[in-house]
């Protein structure tokens, strides 16, 4: 029993370096955490992740985009290289600019295939709600 627990707690803990050329052109559906009559989606370009989100009860939908790159340095809440855009990177953070707010922000590649893509996104010190969060998304193109 106890190397079951040992062997759950590092599968969680690893992390994945993809290529930015693997992300582009591609769309994923989030599928975890769940949240009720909402449609997730977010889409990789050479330089922007856009996101699109649709709101079933209310028959309304929103989209944004923000710029990215791949990296295996640690990233900082503070620091954002816009050099690194559209470079063809390895590593295991995307790290995402949000330009209405200038905020950087990133998250951790758990796994990735052709099929599904798992994201860690560690809470923001000192942000509401504070809670680290794993995202679940399968592929759909």
């Not at 992390?15 to 997730?40: A, F, M, Y």
């Not at 929103?62 to 816009?82: H, L, M």
């Not at 680290?132 to 759909?140: A, E, L, M, Q």
């Amino acid at each position: 029993m106890m190397f079951w627990i040992c062997a759950c707690c590092i599968s969680t803990s690893a992390q994945i370096e993809i290529d930015h050329s693997q992300l582009i052109g591609t769309k994923w559906q989030r599928i975890e955490p769940v949240v009720r009559n909402v449609n997730s989606y977010m889409q990789f370009t050479e330089t922007c992740i856009v996101d699109s989100i649709y709101y079933s009860t209310l028959e309304k939908s929103a989209s944004g985009s923000k710029d990215y790159y791949i990296t295996n340095e640690t990233p900082s809440y503070s620091v954002f290289y816009k050099n690194y855009v559209g470079q063809e990177r390895r590593g295991r953070y995307i790290v995402v600019y949000y330009p209405k707010v200038n905020e950087v922000d990133y998250y951790t590649v758990m796994s990735f295939t052709d099929d599904e893509l798992v994201l860690f996104h560690k809470a923001k010190p000192g942000t509401i709600p504070g809670i680290d969060v794993y995202i679940k998304c399968k592929r759909v193109r």
